[in-house]
């Protein structure tokens, strides 16, 4: 926190910095503000975009003081100030654009820094909402970034959810509205996948602001499609390997899609799975199996036995019984999930490639290294076709298959594979990847990797 003189200069020089102003009374207005810095730039702001002198501003302040002061974010004399500055300002911008009052309560939901301003294009047309920001920044409200990107003070997103029955900016129902729609904004972007550098960038860019949004939201009000939200984001945390916060969300889905849509719901079933999927990682592979055998059968009762969400299921288990030793089993379920998925998504579907290229892992772990050979190698060809030669599912089956060729004696080239994968991987996908990270701590050559 500045000091008195520091804080009267700061004030004095944003608002005089187009020209001269009236000063008289910065020294008692900065010690209502406190000193605090972010009250202070929004006070000078303020007072320099609307001519308001400083003795003015307190005039101001004082008609709100009973109303503030029963406020009580944090407790503290900061927030109070910044209470203050947020009532003046938004009472003055409203008039000009209702939208800055929108945007403010919807970027409260986030985090505070680097949140992208493609994220607000829901609220209105991309030009209004750059008018808007364009006036919440001249009083330093937010601050607008060349890279595309608004952050706001975490005191200003504090009051923005605060509800205040006084404050025609922060009524109950307003707050809510701003959460919803911030929630639908990060779910219609949320990347489906991050085995390509597109949904690789954008999971790193949103992921502080699902983060963000998971912690402020009340749980106890999760609807069906936060869940869907939370559940989403918590398979991307399982790609990153972030096992332990992924079993917590996805414990948060399945408790809110228990409550909205009831125990049987096969959404409810579907969340259950991810945390049987954490555990799976987690050296828990008995409970999760145990947990994973609930889901089949629960599916199997709630879709049917040949729906692909039921094949999946299995698949996923047989993963787990590999884990276990299990890899004769393992091979049963992938045999008969991966024939399910051929009739009902086609071989060349997303999930049907992964499905055998886990059942090439399982059989090369069961002992027949020439059937998973073949596998992986009819699996790569598909994958290339469809997918690229940078895409990380096909680079995992040309690590698979470094790691078929050394077991089978083919080392030379097993080993100018695994560089060529390497080189790839680092190239396309860069050396933050998962997939690059998981390449980077593998043998050279040797073992097997499995999706």
């Known amino acids: 926190m500045p000091a008195a ?9 944003i608002l005089t910095h187009t020209g001269p102003r009236d000063t008289g009374g910065v020294h008692r207005l900065c010690a209502v ?8 730039d929004q006070a000078a702001a303020f007072c320099g975009q609307t001519g308001t002198s400083p003795v003015e501003y307190l005039e101001q302040l004082s008609s709100y003081a009973g109303e503030v002061y029963a406020l009580r974010i944090g407790g503290g004399a900061n927030e109070v100030a910044v209470a203050w500055t947020w009532r003046l300002t938004l009472d003055r911008l409203a008039e000009a654009d209702p939208l800055t009052g929108t945007i403010l309560r919807v970027l409260a939901w986030w985090a505070p820094d680097r949140i992208p301003r493609a994220l607000l294009d829901r ?3 991309p030009f209004a909402v750059r008018g808007a920001l364009g006036l919440l920044a001249r009083h330093s409200m937010l601050t607008v970034h060349d890279d595309g990107t608004v952050s706001v003070h975490r005191l200003v ?9 006084a404050d025609p900016h922060r009524r109950a129902a307003d707050i809510d509205a701003a959460r919803r729609t911030a929630e639908e904004a990060l779910l219609a ?6 085995d390509d550098p597109a949904g ?3 999971w790193r860019e949103l992921f502080p602001h699902v983060d963000a949004y998971v912690q402020q939201a009340d749980a106890s009000v999760d609807s069906a499609r936060t869940a869907e939200l939370v559940v989403r984001a918590a398979w991307r945390l399982l790609d990153t390997g972030d096992w332990d916060l992924a079993e917590e969300w996805f414990e948060r889905a399945a408790r809110a899609r228990e409550r909205v849509l009831g125990a049987d719901d096969p959404l409810t079933v579907l969340a259950r799975e991810g945390v049987a999927e954490c555990w799976a990682r987690t050296n828990e ?7 994973q ?3 089949v059968d629960d599916l199997t009762r709630l879709l049917g036995e040949d729906r692909a969400e039921t094949h999946l299921a299995r698949a996923r288990l047989a993963v787990t019984l590999r884990y276990l030793g299990d890899t004769d089993g393992a091979v049963r379920l992938l045999e008969g999930a991966l024939a399910g998925l051929e009739r009902l998504l086609g071989p060349a579907h997303r999930d049907t490639l992964r499905v055998r290229n886990n059942l090439g892992v399982a059989y090369q772990e069961a002992g027949y290294p020439e059937e998973a050979i073949a596998v992986h190698e009819a699996t790569l060809a598909e994958r290339v076709r469809l997918l690229g030669p940078g895409h990380s599912d096909t680079l995992t089956s040309r690590l698979n298959l470094v790691h078929l060729y050394a077991a089978v004696g083919r080392t030379e080239q097993a080993a100018a594979d695994y560089d060529a994968v390497l080189a790839d991987s680092l190239r396309l996908l860069g050396e933050d990847h998962p997939f690059t990270v998981h390449v980077l701590h593998r043998p050279r050559p040797g073992g097997d990797i499995g999706t």
């Open 123 to 125: 609220i209105a047309a």
């Open 189 to 194: 972007v949320l990347p489906e996948h991050l």
């Open 33 to 40: 503000l406190g000193q605090l810095p972010l009250a202070i």
């Open 5 to 13: 003189h520091e804080a009267v200069e700061m004030f004095t020089r």
């Open 157 to 165: 997103q504090a009051v923005a959810r605060t509800p205040d029955a």
């Open 200 to 202: 690789w960038r954008a």
């Open 293 to 295: 055998e609930q889901v």
């Open 285 to 291: 592979a008995a409970a999760a199996a145990w947990a």
